[in-house]
């Protein structure tokens, strides 16, 4: 089956209304495209620059369907997206990533399932429904290891660490008796990430696929703090886990973005932590680093245009911006913007609190190192 492209001067529908939807729409207006927005909350960081938003729920359906007669095409730039609107939607516009690839991805257990069944590398994990299996899978998995809801987890939410202290009657209480997944607990070399996109080509039945630079990440309280790249390992394990994303995006026959997460083990290993079919918060520094962003890439391959060239054009050092940088008033922004290679990206979202995701900078230098000194001094400027 042809798949015809989607021009400029289409219009293009988000579901979700964040940052990753927001830098989205603002590569789909520089290139021509309509966009509308579909996100509970009004003036969303992806309503302000859509050129229609529509505020309501997920499981509006009403609304949802008045929205697909809209647009041409819709994507979305986060995963928990009830089914029935994906159905929904599915028979009246196209809709890429597809309704498989969320479902998969937005449930643990089943996401760990199918990396599994596909033969790709992870950690030793069991399924829980009830104490009981708790208790078998612990025996099975060992200490340390840790308990993760099945649905709606990100950012260390809703994950326990286990060791043989552990109360684990209270430990399944405090998961809230639903089913989750216990994994061993990995004591890794390094976080690393890699983003992927995968599109049509004008021969029915052929795909293109294009990675891009993989990037080491560091986290703090669970939430990612640092990406850089070209990340500090080895050629060859650069390349497998580039190799490896791509083959679990066609594996999942992603029409779109996949960010794979992945722990390098002390052994060397790569395990596949969770999956994203979206933008990814560590791909932010192909937004400036790149010949290619991650959201001009989403949006060629989402349209069934050419994928960008994913080159890095420059060594980058991306760091997060969270609400607590507004702990004792608005930043400076006026010294940070005078570092040199430093990009500034805000989000729009009007109240900063602790932990939330205000925006990020990305530094731009000749060497890694370079860089990281000048990611020194905007810390110092930000925590005065």
């Known amino acids: 089956m042809r798949h015809a492209p989607i021009l400029p001067g289409s219009t293009i529908g988000c579901l979700g209304g964040g940052q990753l939807g927001r830098m989205f729409a603002l590569a789909a207006r520089k290139m021509g495209y309509r966009v509308h927005t579909v996100d509970p909350t009004p003036d969303s960081p992806t309503g302000q620059i859509s050129d229609r938003e529509f505020s309501t729920a997920f499981d509006d359906i009403p609304t949802l ?70 208790r078998d899978a612990v025996t099975a998995v060992g200490f340390p290891c840790v ?158 245009l050419p994928l960008g060239e994913t080159r890095l054009l420059s060594p980058v050092v991306m760091h997060n911006l969270l609400g607590d940088v507004w702990a004792n008033g608005v930043p400076d922004w006026s010294r940070l913007l005078a570092l040199p290679g430093l990009r500034l990206h805000l989000y729009g979202k009007s109240e900063p609190r602790a932990g939330r995701k205000m925006g990020h900078y990305s530094i731009l230098r000749p060497t890694v190192e370079q860089a990281w000194e000048v990611d020194a001094q905007a810390q110092k400027i930000l925590n005065r």
Request: net charge negative; with cysteine; hydrophobic share 40%.
């Open 65 to 134: 369907l008045e929205f697909a007669s809209t647009v041409d095409v819709v994507t979305y730039e986060f995963e928990n997206i009830p089914v029935e609107a994906l159905d929904a939607l599915a028979p009246k516009v196209p809709l890429r990533p597809g309704r498989d690839v969320l479902y998969t991805t937005q449930n643990r257990r089943r996401e760990k399932e199918f990396l599994n069944r596909s033969g790709f590398p992870v950690a030793r994990f069991r399924v829980v429904n009830n104490e009981s299996e708790l």
């Open 147 to 304: 308990l993760k809801t099945a649905d709606f987890g990100y950012d260390g939410k809703g994950q326990q660490k286990l060791g043989p202290d552990s109360d684990l009657a209270q430990v399944w209480r405090r998961h809230g008796e639903r089913v989750g997944v216990l994994e061993a607990w990995v004591t890794f070399a390094a976080e690393l990430s890699v983003v992927v996109a995968r599109g049509y080509t004008p021969e029915p039945g052929e795909y293109q696929v294009q990675a891009f630079p993989p990037t080491v990440n560091a986290h703090e309280n669970h939430i990612l703090a640092t990406s850089v790249a070209p990340a500090p390992l080895a050629d060859s394990i650069l390349a497998r886990a580039q190799s490896i994303a791509s083959d679990i995006a066609t594996r999942l026959d992603v029409v779109g973005l996949l960010a794979v997460e992945f722990f390098l083990t002390k052994r060397g290993d790569l395990l596949v932590n969770e999956l994203a079919p979206r933008p990814h918060n560590s791909g932010h520094f192909s937004f400036d680093a790149c010949v290619t962003s991650q959201f001009e890439q989403q949006l060629r391959a989402v349209c069934g």
